[in-house]
């Protein structure tokens, strides 16, 4: 995972708990648990290091006192071939400096993933730069 990878720079004693039905391992350093994160669907609870890791079992995604917290991403193969959603924002980058109004689409795509990231409140600065993170890691060139 690319994304964890650069994200390890900024919190070198980062942790992650691999999440299955089977069962839950325990967090572990990213180094170490790399090569056995899941390549086509899974759940990696993510923690800055082992404290927030606890933390985060009493206090949920916002740890007192802290401008960062742990965050969630699951991923899998989208089971549909199309979806409907609300468009809340131009998609395809055109801002003109118009009110956007909202619009009901139609997705339609082959070979698509869908990736849930939770964050503390989203309007953090933290949660808009793991966000905005995982995206980029996503864009293929």
Request: proline content about 7%; hydrophobic content about 40%.
């Amino acid at each position: 995972m690319k994304f964890l990878d650069t994200w390890s720079a900024q919190w070198p004693d980062m942790v992650v708990q691999i999440v299955s039905d089977d069962e839950s391992g325990d967090f572990a350093g990213w180094p170490d648990i790399r090569r056995t994160v899941p390549d086509l669907a899974g759940e990696l609870l993510v923690a800055k290091n082992q404290e927030m890791a606890v933390l985060w079992t009493e206090y949920g995604y916002d740890i007192p006192n802290s401008v960062e917290g742990p965050f969630c991403i699951l991923y899998e193969p989208a089971r549909v071939k199309s979806f409907k959603a609300l468009v809340r924002s131009d998609p395809y980058g055109r801002d003109r400096g118009q009110l956007f109004e909202p619009y009901e689409v139609a997705v339609v795509a082959s070979g698509l993933f869908l990736v849930t990231v939770v964050t503390p409140d989203p309007e953090l600065d933290f949660s808009q730069k793991v966000i905005e993170g995982i995206s980029g890691s996503l864009v293929v060139d």
